[in-house]
């Protein structure tokens, strides 16, 4: 079984993820390194480069292959729930969990990133505000469980994601004190 993060660029997608499979001693990918790795180039040059629309069929393909071999946890890119056909396979192939963090909580984090192309516009918070809107209900639909990540620390929110799992029945339930 694969957990996959989706989320807004920002919302901790691939340092939650790390977290959790090394929490869990499964693999961890990243689905943007995956595709950088085979492009041979960032993906910010390919995009400036190809458009948009070449970026998400290839990122379309990455994300078919992956949640069809790949076991353990999985990060997408913020625009992977763009593509109806990658919600419906990363629904059905995996445990979707949506870290949901507001575009101001995402501002505050990755406003000094400066390799997150997303934010290298006049007025960030406003994109990331105009993005929330567009994409919350695609996040929502891929999910299977959706994290408010707020403020608890990258620790905190791997154990409320591996409670939720637990309690789902897609982790093995710790041993209970008496058992």
Known sequence: ??????????SGKTTIGRQLARRLGVPFVDSDHVIEHRLGCSIREFFAR????SFRDLEQQVLDELTQTQQGVIATGGGAVLREANRRHLHERGQVIYLRSSPEDVYRRVRHDT????????DPLSRLRALFEARDPLYREAAHFVIETGRPSAAMLVNMICMQLELAGHLPMKDQAGS
């Open 50 to 53: 190809e458009g948009e629309d």
């Open 115 to 122: 390799a997150r192309p997303l934010l290298q516009v006049d």
């Open 1 to 10: 079984m694969s957990i996959i993060f989706v989320g807004l660029p920002g």
